[in-house]
């Protein structure tokens, strides 16, 4: 399996425009999240979906953030109107098992993408 | 609030041991897991913890203690590759069972 695949990997645009992340999870991950990481504030949890249907958006951070799944290979993450302060690291990951069951079912292991590296001019 | 707690920075020699902490406060325990992150890159699953005691991955061993709300990733044999942040990371009852990360740690390795 080639993991995780992100585009664009790098991403330069000017504020007020808009920018489309796209993510294809590992086949037969039933689970995919979409992470931010900046120095300031780490990795933040956007939004997971669990059979293409999102479960948690609580993540993201105001309207102007979209994440849509159409099917079980393809997901994008939408900002629009981008700001400056939107510059990050975005990554998707994908998981066989969304929840940790406890101390005896095992990890809740993710499989990170190569990240997309966002910078909002 | 739930939170994981880790040293924002550690330096280490090549060659040597050198153990990296977490302590964590969740909603319900599942079980901590450390990842690995080299600059530019993407995390990367290292050990799980789900119970207490010591896990061992050739180099790299994780310890857990649920008493104490702690565990820490133990690195032998140090070498300059494992230059990197290492994070811990633990689902949280209150966030929908999904992981919450520490902070990272980053790794520093002197020659």
């Known amino acids: 399996d080639a993991g995780v695949i992100q585009s664009p990997r790098h991403e330069v645009t000017e504020m007020g425009q808009e920018v489309t992340l ?3 999870p590992i086949s037969g991950h039933d689970y995919l999240f979409w992470y ?5 504030r780490g990795l933040e949890l956007l939004i997971y979906f669990n059979n293409n249907v999102p479960i948690d958006d609580s993540g993201m951070p105001e309207d102007r953030f979209s994440a849509k799944m159409p099917n079980a290979s393809f997901s994008t993450l939408k900002i629009q109107p981008s700001e400056p302060r939107d510059s990050a690291v975005y990554f998707c990951a994908s998981s066989s098992t969304g929840l940790a069951g406890g101390p005896l079912t095992g990890a809740n292991v993710l499989t990170f993408g190569a990240g997309s590296r966002l910078t909002v001019l | 609030g ?3 707690e880790q040293p924002s920075e ?3 020699v090549e060659g040597a041991i050198v153990q990296i902490n977490c302590t964590y406060q969740t909603s319900g325990f599942y079980g901590l897991s450390w990842y690995q992150q080299h600059d530019g890159g993407a995390p990367t699953f290292l ?5 207490d005691g010591l896990e061992e991955t050739g180099r790299f061993s994780s310890f857990l203690s649920r008493s104490d709300s702690y565990g820490y990733l133990l690195l032998q044999e140090l070498q300059m590759k494992d230059s990197a942040s290492y994070f811990c990371a633990a689902p949280d009852m209150d966030s929908n069972y999904q992981l919450i990360w520490g902070a990272g740690t980053k790794l520093i390795i002197k020659p």
């Open chain 1, 22 to 24: 796209r993510c294809k």
């Open chain 1, 36 to 40: 931010r990481q900046t120095m300031m």
């Open chain 2, 2 to 4: 739930q939170s994981l």
């Open chain 2, 10 to 12: 550690v330096t280490a």
């Open chain 2, 47 to 51: 050990s799980y913890n789900g119970l």
